[in-house]
T-cell receptor, first 114, second 112 residues
Framework: EPEVTQTPSHQVTQMGQEVILRCVPI?????FYWYRQILGQKVEFLVS????????KSEIFDDQFSVERPDGSNFTLKIRSTKLEDSAMYFC????????????FGPGTRLTVL | AQSVTQPDIHITVSEGASLELRCNYS??????LFWYVQSPGQGLQLLLK??????LVQGIKGFEAEFKRSQSSFNLRKPSVHWSDAAEYFC??????????FGRGTSLIVHP
């Protein structure tokens, strides 16, 4: 069964460093998403991406965040200058369409900022 | 703005017992409602969803949920829990934007 994959499973970085989290969505899906979950808190929407551009983003997704689909398979989330409060589990998801379609989630990348 | 409340942080049940996980939502129009499950080290897996029609929806792994508009609830149920059901369960609501808003989650512990 096709699945969304994410690498790395755990990333440790120093405050102020840049990190890139990688995702490989399901191959025939067209919509891509990033969510994050701070430990003990809710899963929060960050951004959705379609046709090589951001279609929606939340207040959390500020200028330090960016997303890219550098090739036909990968979908990345970059955090330019990490802060302690960026420590969280980051989930990638993909869906065939946007409207009421099921989103398939990856296993997540745990980001720890020291 | 839409929101979801899952009032129970942890639920403990014995294997074979019935289960009900509570979810209350806030949304001004007819919502889209979801239940996801997250096993340790795994991503979120969709158990079931409600968009319209029959208010009792069946999902995978023997789960069902009932949409009650009058109570703004979408509780998840299972008649007989298995040890493999131990996981984190998330209720979510979405509306016009189709981006789900998640609850905090309920951790299900299953005793043998």
């Amino acid at each position: 069964e096709p699945e969304v994959t994410q690498t790395p499973s755990h990333q440790v970085t120093q405050m102020g460093q840049e990190v890139i989290l990688r995702c490989v969505p399901i191959s025939n899906h067209l919509y891509f998403y990033w969510y994050r979950q701070i430990l003990g808190q809710k899963v929060e929407f960050l951004v959705s991406f379609y046709n090589n551009e951001i279609s929606e983003k939340s207040e959390i997704f500020d200028d330090q965040f960016s997303v890219e689909r550098p090739d036909g398979s990968n979908f990345t989330l970059k955090i330019r200058s990490t802060k302690l409060e960026d420590s969280a589990m980051y989930f990638c998801a993909s869906s065939e369409g946007s409207r009421a379609n099921e989103q398939f989630f990856g296993p997540g990348t745990r980001l720890t900022v020291l | 703005a839409q929101s979801v409340t899952q009032p129970d942080i942890h639920i403990t049940v014995s294997e074979g017992a019935s289960l009900e996980l509570r979810c209350n939502y806030s949304y001004g129009a007819t919502p889209y409602l979801f239940w996801y499950v997250q096993s340790p080290g795994q991503g979120l897996q969709l158990l079931l969803k409600y968009f319209s029609g029959d208010t009792l929806v069946q999902g995978i792994k023997g789960f069902e949920a009932e949409f009650k508009r009058s109570q703004s609830s979408f509780n998840l149920r299972k008649p007989s829990v298995h040890w493999s059901d131990a996981a984190e369960y998330f209720c979510a609501v979405s509306g016009g934007s189709y981006i789900p808003t998640f609850g905090r989650g309920t951790s299900l512990i299953v005793h043998p």
